[in-house]
């Protein structure tokens, strides 16, 4: 059974980082794609950022570029989301998935086409 765990989440004031984590297990963690994805109050899901398992090429939505950083350790089948400089407009429950391709976490409502998520964990950022 393919279970992904979302972790790091909470509250933090704006300007401040948080790192979230998500642990996989139950799949080929290398053969995936990793996806961050954010659902904003009364928004759907959207893919704001993306690792590739076999070389680490990244992807990161416009909104979040410069200021989150993603990453990941194959060994521990872990990916990591490093945001920086959060602010209120960042509130959101944040997701990972596992995907086929970055372009699904890249592309519009691609968040419809995958089926392995974690639970989300809620990042609250207060002004």
Same mark, same amino acid.
């Given at each position: 059974?393919?279970?992904? *765990?979302e972790?790091?989440? $909470?509250?933090?004031?704006?300007g $401040?980082?948080l790192?979230l ?6 799949l080929?963690f290398v053969?995936y794609?990793?996806?961050?994805f954010r659902?904003l109050? $009364?928004?759907?899901r ?7 398992g076999?070389d @680490?090429? =990244?992807?990161?939505a416009?909104?979040?570029? $410069? ?6 350790? @194959? /060994?521990? %089948?872990?990916v990591?989301l490093?945001? @920086?400089?959060? %602010?209120p407009?960042? =509130?959101?429950?944040? +997701? ?5 391709a970055? =372009? *699904?976490v890249? /592309?519009? @409502?691609g968040?419809? +086409?995958l089926?392995l998520?974690?639970?989300?964990? *809620? *990042? =609250?950022?207060?002004?």
């Open positions: 059974e393919v279970q992904l *765990v972790s790091g989440g $909470g509250l933090v004031q704006a $401040g980082s790192r984590s998500c642990a996989a297990s139950g080929i053969d794609a990793m996806g961050w659902r109050p $009364g928004k759907e959207e893919g704001i950022s993306c690792i590739r076999h @680490n090429t =990244t992807y990161y416009e909104s979040v570029k $410069g200021l989150f950083t993603i990453s990941r350790d @194959n /060994a521990k %089948k872990m990591y490093q945001m @920086n400089s959060l %602010k407009e960042d =509130t959101a429950v944040y +997701y990972c998935a596992a995907a086929p970055c =372009t *699904v890249a /592309a519009p @409502n968040h419809r +086409y089926e998520w974690g639970q989300g964990t *809620v *990042v =609250t950022v207060s002004s």
